[in-house]
Structure formats: C-alpha cells, structure tokens
Antibody
Framework: QVQLQQSGPELVKPGALVKISCKAS????????INWVKQRPGQGLEWIGW????????KYNEKFKGKATLTADKSSSTAYMQLSSLTSENSAVYFC???????????WGQGTTLTVSS | DIQMTQTTSSLSASLGDRVTISCSAS??????LNWYQQKPDGTVKLLIY???SLHSGVPSRFSGSGSGTDYSLTISNLEPEDIATYYC?????????FGGGTKLEIK
C-alpha cells in the first residue's frame, strides 16, 4: 500500500535551516510528483511546490521561492524539503503528498512539525 | 492567486443528519476542485476530486457538486468518524490554493 513517512518534529533556531524528509513506499517513486503543503496552527493549507522525482524537475509557489528547496533521492525513494533563513513565520506543520496526473493529492504523509524558536 | 472561501468555519450537526459544506472561488475554476478531510489527529485524506468524483475507498455518503465559482461537499447520514475539518482546493490555476476549512462537530 502507498505510504509516505515523514521525518520527526524539529526545533530549530531563527536564521537556521532545516531539511524535512518524506520516504515513499508501495509505488514507483519516480512516476509521481511529490508536493509539499504548509499548515500554520489553526490556519488552512498552503501549497509550497512539487518535485517530479523522475527527472528532478520542480515547480514552486512564488511565495516560497528562495525559502523552500525541493530535492529527491531516487535510490532511497525519499523526497526532501529544505527551508532556509527560518523565522517564527515558518513554524508550522509541513505535509508531503503524492499528486496524480489529474492534479489531486491522493496520499499524504503524517506531517512534520517545525518549531522555530530561540 | 485564486482565493478560495469557506464562509462557514465551523458547523455542528447531529448523527444521521445531511450536512452541506460550501466553498466559493474568487473566479471561475471550471470544476477543478478537490475536497480533503483532516481528522483531529492531523491525518489528511482525499475525498472528492474534479468536483464530484469519489476517491477510491471513500464512503458513498460523501458527494460533491458545483460549477463556476460555487462548490459544495455533502455528507448524507452523518457518522461519528466524519468529525473532521474539510478543505476545498482549486487546481485551475497555479498556485493551487485551499479554502480556510470547515470544522464539523457533533451536536
């Protein structure tokens, strides 16, 4: 069965960077986009961008360009999102999700909680 | 960016009720509208894609409808496991955007 297993919670200091992982299993990793979504406490969902592991191509929400960097490791079927120059505004739960060709997210990871605090 | 508005942020209903959750887009989105369910533990699942197509494994009591700028998710015969927050999402134009969510509670 399709599973997306994300890395554990992170507590990082302002100005630092963090790399969150999303390990895929149960399907051909290189065949589907992995998307990332942000959810701030008590707020809705924001789409960050996608990576196509097959060729490493990416697409970002303009709002997150320069903040998020998406990569993928085909050998381990793992997608990564690096967030840089962290501030309290980046404190949130981050989800990875598989996207089918028809542009819907059919499977989601469990979420990774990022807390930015000194 | 296309703004998605769920005017009802929370909704209370009784078990067995029929519940309708609404979502409005700031411009026409040609039925490119998905619905997701987020459980209290944070788990997110796809319910409906392309306005009215039921995702595999989703109970038939869930249905979607709409066109143009106005869309809705209906849950017939509300069950305890339907307690969750529901989000609409448009994929007509990048960046894809979500509604603010409607939290469903049991009376």
């Amino acid at each position: 069965q399709v599973q997306l297993q994300q890395s554990g919670p992170e507590l990082v200091k302002p100005g630092a960077l963090v790399k969150i992982s999303c390990k895929a299993s149960g399907y051909t990793f290189t065949s589907y986009d992995i998307n990332w979504v942000k959810q701030r406490p008590g707020q809705g969902l924001e789409w960050i961008g996608w990576i196509y592991p097959g060729d490493g191509s990416t697409k970002y929400n303009e709002k997150f360009k320069g903040k998020a960097t998406l990569t993928a490791d085909k050998s381990s079927s793992t997608a990564y999102m690096q967030l840089s120059s962290l501030t309290s505004e980046n404190s949130a739960v981050y989800f990875c999700a598989r996207k089918l060709e028809d542009d819907y997210f059919d499977y989601w990871g469990q979420g990774t909680t990022l807390t930015v605090s000194s | 960016d296309i703004q998605m508005t769920q005017t009802t942020s929370s909704l209370s209903a009784s078990l067995g009720d029929r519940v309708t959750i609404s979502c409005s887009a700031s411009q026409g989105i040609s039925n490119y509208l998905n619905w997701y369910q987020q459980k209290p533990d944070g788990t997110v699942k796809l319910l409906i894609y392309y306005t009215s197509s039921l995702h595999s494994g989703v109970p038939s009591r869930f249905s979607g409808s709409g066109s143009g700028t106005d869309y809705s998710l209906t849950i017939s015969n509300l069950e305890p496991e339907d307690i969750a927050t529901y989000y609409c999402q448009q994929y007509s134009k990048l960046p894809w955007t979500f509604g603010g969510g409607t939290k469903l509670e049991i009376k």
